[in-house]
T-cell receptor, first 113, second 114 residues
């Protein structure tokens, strides 16, 4: 079983829809969870950063972590065509050396006008 | 503007040739990283460095080499030993921390084999 599983999509939704993106993981030691957005042929940019379980909201974006189920989600409300990108989840455990960040394979999202 | 600059944007390698990808940052970050991204794959760590003149191998270091002579610079050499070098290469930087690892990425270099 891979450490981080993410459905690659592609996911296509109409403008204004609520989008749900998800990752599951197997390592119960993961404490820090991130979502990166990557536009085509560009570097990823950090979108959301959460620690342990719970929700975090930033504008139209909500990140949710359920450590008991080893499941994280990113919700996008009122989706826009500009949200069309690949979304990568990433996570790591506490401490250790740099370079411990584990990435999912990414979900490609397309928001149609 | 603060950020990470990767060059060139596109690079072509001939058989048996070594090529070097440039990465420069002015964010004053101590840690720098090189990732490889293949279509449909997640990011895989090649090398990382937490301090000048020191670096560690990541998951797929074979066929690659790096140097860290300056804090701002972390060039990656793809050697002829790397038999499948075609990929999108991403450089990143971050502060050194036990708790945070927020990566800031460059725009990437697409390497292809002629």
């Amino acid at each position: 079983q891979k450490e981080v599983e993410q459905d690659p999509g592609p996911l296509s939704v109409p403008e204004g829809a609520i989008v749900s993106l998800n990752c599951t993981y197997s390592n119960s030691a993961f404490q820090y969870f991130m979502w990166y957005r990557q536009y085509s042929r560009k570097g990823p940019e950090l979108l959301m950063y959460t620690y342990s379980s719970g929700n975090k909201e930033d504008g139209r974006f909500t990140a949710q972590v359920d450590k008991s189920s080893k499941y994280i989600s990113l919700f996008i409300r009122d989706s826009q065509p500009s949200d069309s990108a690949t979304y990568l989840c990433a996570m790591r455990d506490y401490g250790g050396s740099q370079g411990n960040l584990i990435f999912g394979k990414g979900t490609k999202l397309s928001v149609k006008p | 503007d603060g950020g990470i600059t990767q060059s060139p944007k596109y690079l072509f390698r001939k058989e048996g040739q070594n090529v070097t990808l440039s990465c420069e940052q002015n964010l004053n970050h101590d840690a720098m990283y090189w990732y490889r991204q293949d279509p449909g794959q997640g990011l895989r760590l090649i090398y990382y460095s937490q301090i000048v003149n020191d670096f560690q191998k990541g998951d797929i270091a074979e066929g690659y080499s790096v140097s860290r002579e300056k804090k701002e610079s972390f060039p990656l050499t793809v050697t002829s030993a790397q038999k499948n070098p075609t990929a999108f290469y991403l450089c990143a930087s971050s502060i050194v921390s036990l708790v945070e690892e927020k990566l800031f990425f460059g725009s990437g270099t697409q390497l292809s084999v002629l």
